[in-house]
């Protein structure tokens, strides 16, 4: 246990969103690594705002994903409380979790991301098929559809409307599947990920056995420079801070394709973030560590 941190941790987990048995996985992960390394743990399921934090809890370790855990939500909640607590703040974590608009401003920052637009009402969409349908606020692959005949966009429109009001359509970009992880300030090896079939869905990314990883990925020099580098540049635009995973379509013409942000990535068994730091020469119970600290001493010098 590092002395300069707090020895007293709360961790919050749970959440209302479809992501919640994610986030319990997660957060029994963190709990384990930090209990193994004589932090005391206050273990706190949120299903409301009106949560409950132990008074000598000094910093809360966020294992909340999806709605509510990476919307800024939480954080500003916490802000609002005078708490600290892991991860990027308030601002930027609503900005990664709204794929419309951190899309917009990825483009406005130079970022290349695929063509997209907000769809419903009779929009036309403004490039050809195949399209992703997506919520614009959803995590873990969750509500997306696939369209490679415009006869079945409305209907995977309405699907994805079940998860969120605003949908986007996106031009499928097709490639290699990557994921980099950010960990203060730096870009950790590149994930390359491979579905056994399918896409990358929820099945495959919480289901062992279900996807193949290989990290570092198997790319070339210059490729993996600019995959770690476009990621880093993502994730800096907005304004996002600590730790994170930026997913990427590498092109077959050698384009890095950002996707999206994911703040507070996951943390289970088969999560990429902790492969990603593994194979940096940081185990579990380091990289949860690592994350406490940074996230404590920008609380205090920023508050």
Not at 76 to 98: H, N, Q, V, W
Not at 191 to 209: A, L, N, R, S
Not at 224 to 232: F, P
Request: proline share 6%.
């Amino acid at each position: 246990m590092n002395p300069a941190l707090p020895r007293h941790i709360a961790v919050l987990k749970g959440g209302p969103s479809e992501e919640r048995e994610i986030s319990l996985r997660t957060a029994k992960a963190v709990e384990d690594a930090l209990s193994s390394l004589g932090y005391e743990i206050s273990s706190i399921d949120v299903t409301t705002e009106k949560f409950e934090i132990p008074r000598d809890a000094e910093i809360c370790f966020l294992c909340i994903h999806g709605s509510f855990g990476e919307d800024g939500q939480i954080q500003r909640l916490l802000m609002r409380r005078g708490i600290p607590f892991t991860g990027s703040d308030a601002s930027s974590s609503e900005k990664a979790f709204d794929k419309a608009w951190s899309k917009t401003l990825f483009i406005k920052g130079g970022i290349p991301t695929p063509p997209f637009c907000v769809v419903g009402d009779g929009k036309k969409i403004p490039f050809d098929p195949p399209y992703v349908i997506k919520p614009s606020r959803q995590g873990s692959s969750i509500g997306i559809e696939f369209v490679y005949d415009i006869k079945e966009l409305d209907q995977a429109i309405k699907k994805s409307t079940q998860y969120d009001h605003v949908v986007l359509a996106e031009a499928l970009i097709t490639g290699k599947e990557l994921t980099v992880g950010i960990l203060d300030g730096k870009a950790l090896p590149v994930v390359e990920i491979k579905p056994k079939e399918g896409f990358y869905d929820y099945h495959h990314k919480y289901t062992k056995g279900a996807s193949t990883y290989f990290c570092p990925a198997p790319l070339t020099v210059d490729q993996t420079s600019a995959v770690q580098k476009t990621a880093l540049d993502a994730f800096n635009v907005l304004g996002c801070s600590v730790y994170g995973r930026v997913d990427i379509i590498l092109s077959d013409n050698g384009i890095p394709w950002v996707l999206e942000i994911n703040t507070i990535p996951g943390m289970t068994e088969t999560s990429l973030f902790p492969m990603a730091a593994k194979a940096s020469g940081m185990n579990f119970a380091q990289l949860c560590e690592k994350i406490l600290e940074i996230s404590y001493l920008r609380w205090k010098a920023h508050g």
